[in-house]
């Protein structure tokens, strides 16, 4: 049982005031200044689009392998409760220091800019795995769908005001601020809403033990997680839709990560990018809700179906979406707009339905432990898409226009999700 204070509406409160911290890394380095920075200034030093591309995908690839080869180890940490905390401050500290770290790279250092990207992206992510443990401490059963609520809406809060600032910071005040100071800016914001959590003592907390004493527990959570291994891969349906998620939701965080920088390399202006991202929120929220809806009306797994056959429609889009403007009800707009309206029209619901339907897949007993290889899977799943759009960039020529390659990679995550669907298929019904 735990302590009542912890349960409060401090704890939660603090927990869930996090989310718009971390927001930070989210929207400045992930989605919006470290691709177009790496295209345009970091690796200024690469002569050709397909070896910026590769480059840009192996980094995004080597950040997601490490934290994947890390998880395992990183959960096992946080089964043990005196630890928790102290790897959570470890890691949310060294994704910190990453993101102000990358305003001191200059021009053609894109080496430099990787290397410090896959240290605060390892920081950040591994900092969340230990972030989504803690609501099992700071929210009793019956509040922790409130709780955990409440932290989106704060993480889509801080987007919208984190991006409405870098639109002000890269139009009007570049010139005499330099945009290098918007991660110096996302860092301190980050340790802001990060500091209540970080003071936080750790409900249970380690006792000083001699080193028999401490191998033991290690190794019993080794056994444990071994143990949570063998019964998740034997529940059928359960490793069919894990094996399904792994691919489509690695090509749903590929195109969250790459819309931006892709949008760059095909000459789109800093304008369009950002009212780009301001759509994809704003249809984001009511087509989450519609979605949901949906899977109540039609069943889960089948809206999934029509939500990823949106997302092959994005992929083969992307690849041929035209750089002028198109003729829409009378209106000339950019084609990133409609690009931007497809993937907010699935992208919330392709997460929230995903989240569900696991729910119903899981035996009970095995909730939380079953939850943590969904969380760990979600939160280190670019790895194949990057992958691919290195290789198609190594293989294929770039082109006239120099951009064959690149479109070619974005046609190709395709692919993701046609696998997914392939194995969501083999899920099938409760036998």
Not at 8 to 27: E, N, P
Not at 310 to 330: D, E, K
Request: proline share 4%; hydrophobic share 55%.
């Amino acid at each position: 049982m735990l302590p009542s204070s912890q349960k409060g509406f401090s704890g939660a409160a603090r927990w869930a005031v996090y989310d718009l911290g971390h927001t930070a890394f989210s929207m400045i380095v992930l989605a919006v200044m470290f691709p177009i920075l790496f295209n345009d200034y970091w690796s200024a030093s690469l002569p050709e689009p397909s070896e910026k591309t590769f480059w840009y995908s192996l980094t995004l690839a080597g950040a997601s392998i490490l934290v994947a080869l890390l998880s395992p180890l990183l959960a096992v940490a946080a089964q043990s409760g005196g630890l928790r905390m102290k790897f959570f401050r470890v890691l949310a500290g060294t994704g910190i220091a990453g993101m102000a770290a990358l305003a001191l790279v200059g021009e053609g250092a894109w080496q430099a800019a990787a290397l410090i990207y896959i240290a605060a992206a390892i920081g950040f992510f591994g900092a969340n795995l230990f972030y989504d443990s803690l609501l099992l401490d700071v929210a009793a059963p019956e509040k922790r769908h409130f709780v955990s609520g409440v932290s989106f809406s704060l993480g889509y809060l801080g987007g919208v005001i984190l991006l409405g600032g870098i639109f002000v910071w890269t139009q009007f005040l570049s010139e005499t601020i330099s945009v290098g100071w918007l991660f110096v800016f996302g860092a301190i914001w980050w340790l802001a809403f990060a500091l209540p959590l970080l003071l936080r003592r750790e409900s249970a907390p380690a006792k000083k033990t001699d080193t028999a004493d401490e191998i033991s527990p290690f190794r019993k959570n080794l056994a444990e997680l071994r143990e949570t291994c063998v019964a998740f891969w034997r529940e059928r349906r359960v490793r069919w839709f894990m094996l399904a998620y792994f691919c489509y939701i690695d090509g749903v965080h590929t195109i969250i990560t790459s819309a931006v920088r892709y949008g760059n390399a095909l000459g789109f202006s800093q304008t369009d990018l950002f009212l780009a991202l301001f759509i994809v929120q704003i249809f984001g929220v009511p087509c989450a809700m519609l979605f949901g809806q949906f899977g109540k009306l039609f069943g889960a797994r089948a809206v999934l179906f029509a939500a990823l056959s949106i997302y092959i429609g994005v992929s083969v889009y992307g690849a041929v979406m035209p750089t002028g403007t198109l003729a829409f009800f009378g209106f000339e707009i950019s084609p990133m707009f409609i690009l931007a309206a497809l993937i907010g029209m699935v992208q919330g619901g392709v997460q929230a339905l995903s989240r569900s339907f696991f729910a119903t897949l899981i035996p009970p007993g095995r909730e939380i432990s079953f939850f943590g290889f969904y969380s760990m899977i979600g939160r280190c799943s670019t790895i194949l898409g990057p992958i691919l759009l290195a290789l198609i960039a190594a293989v294929f020529p770039a082109g006239e226009d120099g951009l064959f390659s690149t479109r070619a990679g974005i046609g190709a995550i395709a692919l993701l999700f046609v696998a997914g669907m392939v194995l969501l298929a083999k899920v099938g019904k409760k036998s």
